[in-house]
């Protein structure tokens, strides 16, 4: 699995995993929890996973739909 992208924004996880589902692109959400640890401040962020294979079709989703993805 590929790093899609990383972000401190739960909504942008949340849109990322809906528009890739929608193109029907398996996601993973991965550090979802880690707001136990740190105090649910925001601080750590979130990394959205996909297969290699995926990987160039997740990106252009994503980039059409304004969000950024990690290179």
Same mark, same amino acid.
């Given at each position: 699995?590929k790093?899609? /992208?990383? *972000?401190?924004?739960?909504? %942008? %996880?949340?849109? $990322? *995993?809906?528009l890739?589902q929608?193109e029907?692109?398996?996601? +993973? $959400?991965?550090?979802?929890?880690?707001?136990? /640890?740190e105090?649910? @401040?925001? %601080?750590?962020?979130?990394r959205?996973?996909?297969?290699?294979?995926d990987l +160039?079709? $997740?990106? $252009?989703?994503?980039r059409?739909n304004? @969000?950024? *993805? *990690?290179?």
């Amino acid at each position: 699995m590929k790093e899609l /992208l990383r *972000t401190n924004d739960p909504t %942008v %996880v949340a849109f $990322a *995993t809906a528009l890739l589902q929608g193109e029907d692109i398996d996601c +993973f $959400a991965m550090d979802v929890h880690m707001s136990v /640890l740190e105090g649910s @401040i925001g %601080v750590l962020p979130r990394r959205m996973m996909v297969h290699d294979r995926d990987l +160039f079709r $997740a990106r $252009a989703v994503l980039r059409d739909n304004g @969000i950024p *993805t *990690t290179e």
